[in-house]
């Protein structure tokens, strides 16, 4: 590369401008042919691609990645099958852009109509695996939007012949050049550049860990859409069926605890805490779930001889464990727990279980989180679960998107205004 | 003022945060009430109110203002009365928290609802005129959230008459004391530190010039939204009715130049040049309006003896004049008018002149502009003119908020999902 990396960056921002106005203009079955020329090229190129990712593996093995992280960088014939199937299923979808979403006419007789339209061109930053590369460019494709891939340094390989293969399937299929760019550098660098070049990209969004998002947040000029941390709660009420409690708490927890959705603290109303503990203590210790408790409930796990068992600090109930490991909290009524989870809380996914209507609407209305349940597991935060048939990501923000988003969070409106030569007075 | 900058800001931001969960839980019965008690507060309070901005009106005269700022700054019973009045009206529009935007139920049946719910607290940093104080509180809390403002220098006294008169309403009517909040300092650091305070504040929004807004974009950690340039256009295309193009353009160019959707370039096909141009010529001169055209324009319009007229250089193209001044281009078709429109505009309000449908709805679809328009003017981007009922400032982002923006783009939305005892499989 014999540019400089400012000059790469605006390069392929130049490229990426250039290729959303013809992109926003695409039908849908041009779209969605170019989709399934992009599976049949991931397909056709197996060989290159798996070759790619096995010097991926191989210089993550050298650099001594935990096997955790080898195993979600290495792609084999049933993955590289898998995405080329997930970016069929995308083809399936319905398409987004001109959808009516509003649309009235004033008294002096304008007609306005509120349209869903592309939003031009999306920078996605991540981490580590690589079918996340074929995953965001399709869903930018398909709503119509360019977009510029930056992926992990110890998956570069593998995503440039996922990315090359994509750009093939489109040109085939009439699509810009440049609709799908990938940068090929991996300089930290390349981050804050592209974070702060306003001119090219509408939107940012980063998918990877806390440092990553730090770095976007702290750079970006235009708008980011970011998923932080997910600490979320299961409350049981007094009024709680024990072992449904039970069984949503399990399953928050055990079920796949490394995951933004799973629970990391139970908060339980201590009316029915001696109660619950004993009924839902055998599960938790048969996953060989570490609990971390406030000192009434330390109390009462050490008379049920609970193991693994320690005192939690408060910094504990702040902490996205990601692991088998669960702070537990009595408090004397609902609003203490709506006040403990909206203190400690990330406003990502918070559960109450109980009986009570009352208390449940009132929880479902206080705790401020993007998604809260009344008597389901907060696992069910997924644009799949959500019957989405996509997802990007979920946002933790407030503005524009916020929890699964899917291909509606990839667009914007536009006002299409019809007169016969209205003026204003 | 004994406290450091830095920990005024944190104590600011701290009680937004404190107030925005009682203010969210309002029901719109005791926000109207309040709302009421405010406009009844800023009446009672006329000769404290008129009297600080007596003072402002002083300073900036000593300044040396101009008389066009110092209007804007200055109050008067009338302009007082009609500030109160507009807060009135905002008690009688439809309080948006709670509207239920979308419902449907999963195979496995737990329920999803989308509801409209406040964002939190929402910081509005204006210049100037005094009566966005009262404006943007009162929108921020009919929607539930709680508000810090950060006006102009030169209008402090003013501002601070203004929501010391919303907060004693406020409180006479039950409102959380920290409602509302003014910064009572006018160090620029404060937007700084504002912009940076991303635990306090969910969004922020910058209205005024574009040295506040890029220190605003360059700072913030939180979602901005913002208003750059109103670099507007009118196409006359050749199927265009002359007469009708030519009150459209001169009520987008005079009505109000000053304002972000007046027209600054008229776009014309070449087929129609003369005879447009012979027929806007004495509308335009008679409004005493200077013409900056190209090449072409400007031996068509030389020839018709127009005056004031210059050449237009390619940065007349990309200015917002705000003036009575209008770059006037001459094009071969339909496409090269939305290449220049695309390449030279700020995305904020574009309109086409035509009787051909087809060139018409292309231009709709291909302009990528928050409104555009066929056969209207430009000036109807407004939130009383869309019929939104009030107005917290026009978008010229794409997420979140585009276009003009009333009280559904101050609030998020909440998934609330009701079950009886579902988890994932």
């Known amino acids: 590369m014999s540019t400089s990396l400012p000059a790469l960056i605006t390069e392929i921002g130049r490229r990426a401008r250039a290729a959303a106005r013809p992109l926003a203009a695409l039908s849908a079955e041009t779209k969605n042919a170019a989709l399934i020329a992009m599976a049949d090229e991931l397909l056709a190129r197996e060989a290159a691609i798996l070759d790619a990712n096995a010097q991926d593996v191989a210089g993550a093995t050298a650099h001594g990645l935990t096997p955790a992280a080898i195993d979600r960088l290495t792609l084999d014939s049933a993955r590289l099958r898998k995405i080329a199937d997930a970016v069929r299923a995308v ?43 074929a995953d965001a460019a399709v869903l930018c494709l398909k709503t119509g939007n360019a977009v510029i891939l930056r992926g992990g340094s110890e998956s570069l390989r593998s995503n440039l012949a996922i990315a090359s293969a994509l750009q093939a399937g489109g040109a085939r299929a009439g699509l810009p050049a440049d609709a799908v760019q990938l940068i090929p550098v991996t300089d930290r660098e390349a981050v804050r550049l592209l974070a702060q070049a306003d001119a090219f990209l509408d939107v940012i969004v980063p998918r990877g860990g806390k440092s990553l998002i730090e770095a976007v947040v702290a750079n970006a000029r235009m708008p980011v859409i970011k998923h932080y941390d997910g600490i979320c709660h299961v409350y049981v009420d ?43 203590a055998p599960s938790l210790a048969a996953e060989g779930v570490e609990l971390r408790a406030d000192e009434p409930a330390f109390r009462q796990l050490s008379a049920l001889g609970y193991q693994p068992l320690v005192r939690a600090t408060d910094e504990d109930f702040r902490t996205e464990f990601l692991a088998l490991i669960l702070g537990v909290k009595i408090v004397p009524d609902l609003a203490a727990a709506i006040d403990h989870i909206e203190a400690h809380g990330s406003h990502h996914s918070d559960a109450i279980v109980t009986a009570d209507e009352a208390a449940a609407e009132r929880f479902l209305n206080e705790v401020d989180s993007a998604t809260v349940y009344w008597n389901a597991s907060t696992r069910f935060t997924d644009g799949g679960e959500f019957g989405f048939g996509a997802e990007i990501g979920i946002s933790t923000d407030k503005l524009h998107a916020r929890g699964p988003m899917a291909l509606p969070e ?13 003026i204003r007075a």
């Open 238 to 280: 007094a009024a709680a069926d024990v072992a449904m409690a039970t069984r949503i708490l399990v399953n928050g927890k055990c079920q796949r605890p490394g995951v933004c959705n799973a629970v990391e603290t139970v908060v339980i109303h201590q009316a029915i805490a001696e109660k619950f503990l004993a009924a839902a």
């Open 91 to 133: 083809a399936d979808l319905p398409d987004p852009v001109n959808e009516v979403l509003d649309e009235w006419t004033r008294p002096n007789g304008i007609r306005i109509t509120k349209v869903r339209k592309p939003i031009g061109v999306i920078g996605i930053i991540y981490e580590s695996r690589p079918n996340v590369t």
């Open 410 to 422: 990839l667009t914007t409106y536009r006002y299409q205004i019809r007169g016969d030569g209205q």
